[in-house]
């Protein structure tokens, strides 16, 4: 059994004046002296992902293993912080980000190109077994070689779908934003689905929201929303405003 714990909340949203705002799940999968997180975010958490590992009583140092679910910036950069760790990512998804014309896409160019020299790095397949209970899933769409992961947790899995279902408006709706493919996205939808009603009571962790868990058919959200900003609209430092999104 792992023990799971959502270390920062995905954020289903977008900025029609400032584009992505890239705020990616980020958890952490501990069992004896393994320490997995799935998919690492970007610069903007790095503090507070730090903090939440210190709340664990682990340091970077301690991280055993990375599963990336695909290697666009919001979901990938911070690799580099644990020098440790195994760095798992899609093999088709890794020759993809290697070619991608530069400054076109979501993909971190320099940081794709060093994690492809690490040997840190494990590329590996579809229906792959990452360590035992953890199998990598293709499912394309967002990016060509995006992996969803499920951990075999006993009676029930864990299901991380990273931006193959960004979201549950995505899951529910089966349709999806911001696609390379929309008819791939959508056969990974219904694959996701499919994984996810093999045992009851098991979880799906989106990558762009909070964990749902299906009960009677119905996707109901694990945890209360956590999301704000804070503004400094006004002459003081200490007087900002903040806006809670949920
Ligand atoms: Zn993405």
Same mark, same amino acid.
């Given at each position: 059994?792992?023990?799971?714990?959502?270390?920062?909340?995905?954020? @289903?949203?977008?900025?029609?004046?400032? %584009?992505?705002?890239?705020?990616?799940?980020?958890?952490?999968?501990?069992?004896?002296?393994?320490?997995?997180?799935?998919?690492?975010?970007?610069?903007?958490?790095?503090k507070?992902l730090?903090?939440?590992?210190?709340?664990?009583?682990l340091?970077?140092?301690d991280?055993?293993?990375?599963?990336?679910?695909?290697?666009?910036?919001?979901?990938?950069?911070?690799?580099?912080?644990f @020098?440790?760790?195994t760095?798992?990512?899609?093999r088709?998804?890794?020759?993809?980000?290697?070619?991608?014309?530069?400054?076109?896409s979501?993909?971190?160019?320099?940081y794709?190109?060093?994690?492809n020299?690490? @040997?840190?790095?494990?590329?590996?397949d579809?229906?792959?077994?990452?360590?035992?209970?953890?199998?990598?899933?293709?499912?394309?769409?967002?990016? @060509?070689?995006h992996?969803?992961?499920?951990?075999?947790?006993?009676?029930y899995?864990?299901?991380?779908?990273g931006?193959?279902?960004?979201n549950?408006?995505?899951?529910?709706? %089966?349709n999806?934003?911001m696609?390379?493919?929309?008819?791939?996205?959508?056969?990974s939808?219904?694959y996701?689905?499919?994984?996810?009603?093999?045992k009851?009571?098991?979880i799906?962790?989106? %990558?762009h929201d909070?964990?749902?868990?299906?009960?009677?058919?119905?996707?109901?959200?694990?945890?209360?929303?956590?999301?704000?900003?804070?503004?400094?609209?006004?002459?003081?430092?200490?007087?900002?405003?903040?806006?809670?999104?949920e």
């Amino acid at each position: 059994m792992f023990d799971y714990n959502i270390f920062v909340q995905g954020f @289903p949203g977008k900025s029609s004046t400032h %584009g992505g705002l890239g705020w990616s799940t980020i958890s952490l999968l501990s069992q004896n002296d393994q320490n997995i997180i799935i998919d690492v975010g970007s610069f903007g958490v790095r503090k507070l992902l730090l903090r939440r590992l210190h709340d664990k009583g682990l340091s970077p140092d301690d991280i055993t293993m990375v599963l990336l679910t695909h290697t666009h910036w919001d979901h990938c950069v911070n690799w580099t912080l644990f @020098p440790n760790a195994t760095i798992v990512v899609g093999r088709v998804d890794m020759n993809w980000a290697l070619n991608e014309p530069l400054g076109e896409s979501d993909v971190p160019e320099l940081y794709v190109k060093e994690l492809n020299r690490s @040997p840190q790095t494990r590329l590996v397949d579809h229906l792959e077994e990452v360590v035992p209970g953890i199998v990598a899933h293709q499912t394309k769409g967002h990016t @060509p070689g995006h992996m969803a992961y499920s951990v075999d947790n006993g009676d029930y899995d864990l299901l991380f779908s990273g931006d193959a279902a960004k979201n549950r408006t995505e899951l529910l709706s %089966g349709n999806v934003d911001m696609t390379l493919n929309l008819s791939e996205s959508q056969n990974s939808i219904d694959y996701l689905w499919s994984l996810w009603m093999r045992k009851t009571g098991s979880i799906l962790v989106p %990558g762009h929201d909070i964990p749902m868990k299906l009960i009677n058919g119905k996707s109901l959200y694990l945890y209360k929303r956590e999301a704000d900003l804070q503004c400094w609209f006004s002459d003081t430092l200490g007087d900002y405003t903040t806006i809670v999104l949920e």
